[in-house]
């Protein structure tokens, strides 16, 4: 597989490239990244071919927006695609503080949830002006569910189904003002609950189909493949255990995780596979799946990503994959394994 390979999305025709660039870093997650390395990310990721940019205005409270906009502002607009989210309004706060929600160096505007038909088409605008563009590929409501909500869910989900969240989604989808409308969210449930409420062109999942657990295959991955919802693969690395860096769902990983990615690296091991490049190529295997939004902190580590993605996998690492019960029984894995 190589990163520039184009994929189409089924029900829309937008094509991605296998690889997207992930920009939650270009607005300082954890650490701080500077304007001029977050324009040089940009332009290694276009060298390399990679036409698909995902961003939100909750990356870096509206950071991640803007030099995304900046760093696209001179390329051709068809040449690209790009996404961003709703759900959350970005209102002025000079309360905010570097390290808030994870945000290195955040900009002055506070999150706030609204998943109705004036919040989404509100966020839309707002991102529009940000990213200094007229048109949004991909519209992706973003972390609704009880992962993110708690007991508030239900509020927030009736605000995106009876308040008209989903209803402006389709608004925007019909006039052509957006080419496809989804979720980005880290638990499938949410997905499979929105998919019996509205038909979805594409979902961008973290997490959650990745070698580490397929809770997400029967589902939802395999109901998308049947229906033609397209599914973007995000947090392949589970926050960065499957990389070497220890941390699962953002936080340590637990015992039993640690001893998965154990068992997982003594296999790669076996093979002299890199288990991060096992990681990035897993998902594609299964036919709902078109791109794989991967984020990087330079332009050393996108080209990492790109070495591990199109790696040559042996089929005999594959097969042994899965005889060895390290993935679900049913899971497809790359062509040529098992």
Not at 114 to 140: C, F
Not at 144 to 157: K, L, N, Q, S, V
Not at 254 to 278: G, H, I, M
């Amino acid at each position: 597989m190589n990163a520039h390979e184009m994929r189409a999305l089924p029900r829309s025709g937008l094509k991605l490239t296998a690889l997207g660039l992930g920009c939650s870093q270009l607005g300082g997650l954890y650490r701080p990244m500077s304007s001029a390395d977050a324009r040089a990310l940009v332009d290694a990721a276009w060298s390399a071919g990679v036409r698909y940019f995902d961003t939100a205005p909750y990356y870096g409270y509206t950071l991640s927006e803007r030099r995304v906009g900046h760093a696209l502002a001179l390329r051709e607009r068809d040449a690209f695609t790009l996404s961003s989210k709703v759900g959350r309004l970005m209102r002025p706060d000079a309360s905010v503080r570097p390290g808030d929600d994870g945000w290195a160096e955040p900009l002055p505007f506070r999150p706030v949830f609204d998943y109705s038909y004036s919040g989404v088409m509100r966020s839309y605008e707002d991102s529009q002006q940000r990213l200094g563009t007229s048109r949004i590929d991909i519209l992706y409501v973003h972390d609704i569910g009880a992962m993110t909500h708690g007991d508030r869910h239900p509020h927030f989900w009736d605000q995106l189904v009876a308040g008209g969240g989903l209803r402006a989604l389709a608004e925007l989808r019909q006039s052509g003002e957006v080419r496809a409308i989804g979720l980005g969210v880290n638990e499938w449930e949410i997905a499979v609950d929105a998919m019996n409420e509205a038909p979805l062109d594409a979902i961008l999942l973290a997490g959650r189909y990745t070698l580490l657990e397929q809770t997400a295959l029967q589902p939802l991955l395999d109901h998308c493949a049947r229906v033609g919802t397209a599914i973007v693969a995000g947090g392949v690395f589970n926050s960065g255990v499957l990389a070497g860096n220890g941390k699962f769902n953002y936080a340590d990983a637990p015992a039993e995780v640690v001893k998965k990615v154990q068992r997982l690296s003594a296999l790669c091991e076996r093979f002299d596979v890199p288990l991060p490049a096992a990681a990035l190529q897993f998902p594609f295997a299964h036919p709902a799946v078109v791109s794989c939004v991967v984020g990087a902190r330079s332009v050393a580590q996108l080209q990492q990503n790109i070495a591990w993605l199109e790696q040559h996998v042996p089929a005999d690492f594959w097969a042994a994959l899965s005889n060895e019960g390290l993935i679900a029984a049913n899971a497809p894995v790359p062509e040529g394994g098992a």
